[in-house]
């Protein structure tokens, strides 16, 4: 069946870095997409990717590698504030699989 | 600014009643969706519409219908509620596809005693 794979959780340390790993199985790949959800919050949209490599948007940048099934997000200079979930979002034949999101905690 | 609403936000309610939960988008998108999340689980699509009048099962459909009078509203119904259905409920406006960027609202929490 399909899937999209996220683990359930992250620790870093506030300054450093963090990457958000995400790998599917899917039918149909047209993209994927990542979103950020902080706690109570719905989730807001991050990053589209498509081409494989590595896509730097600043303080967040993504990797994809489709021979794979493999994405990453990669979130440098961390903050507190970028503590929250991340979630990967696969679409296969214009229908999104969402991953069950990774919770980032950030520690000062 | 463009946005999608949810009412109510917080909702308890009986096993066997009705309940109908909301949501409103000034994005003039066509698409809405209806998602649940849990824990342990990513956001598990319900219904969607690609317009007003249209309704689409999503993967989890059953014990839930929608609704879509308008293209800015659209509704979920669950005519039997059980324990099971409590949960979180997003609704969502936007693309069909991951380039498309999906807005969310700020979701309703429901709980089913």
């Known amino acids: 069946g399909q899937g999209v794979e996220q683990p359930d959780n992250l620790m870093s340390v506030e300054g450093t870095f963090a990457r958000v790993n995400c790998t599917y199985s899917?039918?149909?790949?047209?993209?994927l997409s990542w979103y950020q959800q902080r706690e109570g919050h719905a989730p807001v949209f991050l990053s589209y990717?498509?081409l494989d490599g590595l896509k730097d948007s600043g303080h967040f940048s993504t990797f994809l590698s489709r021979s794979n099934g493999y994405s990453y997000l990669l979130l440098t200079e961390l903050q507190i504030k970028d503590s929250a979930s991340y979630l990967c979002?696969?679409?296969?034949?214009?229908?999104?699989?969402w991953g069950s999101g990774t919770k980032l905690i950030i520690k000062p | 600014e463009a946005a999608v609403t949810q009412s109510p936000r917080n909702k308890v309610a009986v096993t066997g009643g009705k309940v109908t939960l909301s949501c409103n988008q000034t994005?003039?998108?066509?698409?809405m969706y209806w998602y649940r999340q849990d824990t342990g689980h990513g956001l598990r699509l319900i219904h969607y519409?690609?317009?007003?009048?249209?309704?689409e099962k999503g993967d989890i459909p059953d014990g839930y219908k929608a609704s879509r009078p308008s293209q800015e509203n659209f509704s979920l119904i669950l005519e039997l509620a059980t324990p099971s259905q409590t949960s979180v409920y997003f609704c969502?406006?936007?693309?069909?596809?991951?380039?498309?960027?999906?807005?969310f609202g700020p979701g309703t929490r429901l709980l089913v005693l």
């Open positions: 969502a406006s936007g693309g069909l596809g991951a380039q498309d960027t999906q807005y």
């Open positions: 994005n003039n998108h066509n698409n």
């Open positions: 519409s690609y317009g007003a009048g249209s309704t």
């Open positions: 899917t039918s149909g790949f047209n993209g």
């Open positions: 990717v498509v």
């Open positions: 979002a696969v679409d296969s034949n214009y229908q999104l699989i």
